[in-house]
């Protein structure tokens, strides 16, 4: 979901959420691009995130429904305006990773390696247009973890990966 510079977009996003079990995904990934995100606020109904992804920068208002179908709105807004709410207004540890785009049985996958406070942590999602849209995995996507918060890029922020038990990291340790 991508807006101009004046363009509101609204949608239901329905997205899936992956571990990662190899680094198979590597051969088929584009160079990557990084992105800087904190939250504003985050509540018991929505989320408005700033992101900045290379020289462009988002305002994004999310549902906070659990599971893969959620309300989201998206904003562009001034690169300056998101590096000074990042700075002083969101909460912290910022969200920093690098996402990378792997295609895959037709479809584009993100795969999120994040650094910071959640380095260690590798993800991949991938929007559907439909909760029961068919969906090939790829050799390299593990367990599903599109239902479980502590993998919400909102939740990494109040209890980052680097604090995580290993009961939490489950197989990833």
């Not at 051969?27 to 990557?32: K, L, P, S, W």
């Not at 599971?67 to 700075?87: C, K």
């Not at 942590?121 to 502590?150: I, Y």
């Amino acid at each position: 979901m991508v807006a101009s510079r004046n363009e509101t977009i609204m949608a239901t996003e329905i997205e899936r959420k992956f571990l990662i079990q190899s680094d198979s995904w590597r051969a088929a990934a584009d160079a990557g691009m990084a992105y800087r995100q904190g939250y504003l606020v985050g509540s018991s109904h929505a989320s408005v995130r700033v992101r900045i992804e290379g020289t462009e920068a988002r305002l994004n208002i999310k549902s906070a429904t659990l599971g893969v179908t959620r309300q989201e709105y998206e904003y562009a807004i001034p690169l300056a305006d998101a590096a000074a709410m990042l700075d002083s207004l969101c909460e912290k540890p910022l969200v920093e990773k690098t996402r990378h785009h792997v295609r895959f049985g037709g479809r584009v996958w993100e795969v999120d390696v994040f650094a910071g406070d959640n380095a260690g942590l590798v993800v991949a999602e991938v929007e559907l247009e439909a909760e029961d849209a068919p969906l090939q995995l790829p050799p390299w996507a593990g367990r599903e973890v599109s239902h479980e918060p502590r993998y919400y890029n909102v939740c990494l922020v109040r209890h980052p990966y680097k604090n995580w038990t290993a009961d939490e990291r489950g197989t990833l340790d």
